[in-house]
């Protein structure tokens, strides 16, 4: 059964630093891995989406990477803002379903 | 641009009723989803359509049923509330089930 992974839960950083949110799952048959970005009381907002043949996506400051051999995946975000705090969650699309992760929550200190 | 619309956003239930939530999106998405997202835990699948008059059970279906009338709108019903009910629904859609989701504002949902 494919199981996701987020570790830390939570990380605080001071603005204007690069930081690397991971995520892991068990199984390396996954179709594709989405990142998304869930700001409080809100829904979801895809950010990234990688297919299972590449090794990864860039979007502004944001690159994501996908290494399936080890079952890892991880959201880079550069020169980090206060607007970038939020609970970041990454889900893998695998046997028709997407599987998540509990999401790890970002806090950038101005 | 509407994207994907839920109501209500907040709720209140008594153990024993029955309610729906309403999910509509204006994206003419095939695939459209109901999540429940509770603390500390991963979004959990409780059904998903595929297309209109196809509907199928996800990780969590027990209490909950759908139906897909319509391309655009895709409700959730709770047949009888439980406190284990209690939860944030969030309501989603896609151009195909492998493809990127977009989602609704949520539902929080109180069973008391």
């Known amino acids: 059964k494919q199981e996701v992974t987020q570790i830390p839960a939570a990380l605080s950083v001071p603005e204007g630093e690069n930081l690397v949110l991971n995520c892991s799952f068990t199984d390396s048959a996954i179709y594709n891995l989405q990142w998304f970005r869930q700001d409080p009381g809100k829904g979801l907002t895809s950010l990234l989406l990688i297919q299972s043949s590449q090794r990864e996506q860039t979007s502004g400051r944001l690159n994501a990477s996908l290494d399936k051999s080890s079952g890892r995946s991880t959201l880079y975000i550069a020169a980090s803002q206060p607007g970038d705090s939020a609970t970041y969650l990454c889900?893998?699309?695998?046997?028709?379903?997407?599987?998540w992760g509990a999401g790890t929550k970002l806090i950038i200190k101005p | 641009n509407a994207g994907v619309t839920q109501t209500p956003k907040f709720q209140v239930l008594k153990t024993g009723q029955s309610m729906t939530l309403q999910c509509a999106q204006d994206?003419?998405?095939?695939?459209m989803s109901w999540y429940r997202q509770d603390p500390g835990m991963g979004l959990r699948l409780i059904h998903y359509s595929v297309g209109a008059g196809i509907t199928d059970q996800g990780e969590v279906p027990n209490g909950y049923n759908v139906s897909r009338s319509t391309t655009e709108d895709f409700p959730l019903r709770l047949l009888s509330a439980a406190p284990s009910q209690t939860s944030v629904y969030f309501c989603?859609?896609?151009?195909?089930?492998?493809?990127?989701?977009?989602f609704g504002n949520g539902t929080r949902l109180t069973v008391t």
């Open positions: 989603a859609s896609s151009t195909y089930s492998n493809s990127p989701l977009h």
């Open positions: 889900a893998v699309y695998s046997n028709y379903q997407l599987i």
């Open positions: 994206m003419n998405h095939e695939y």
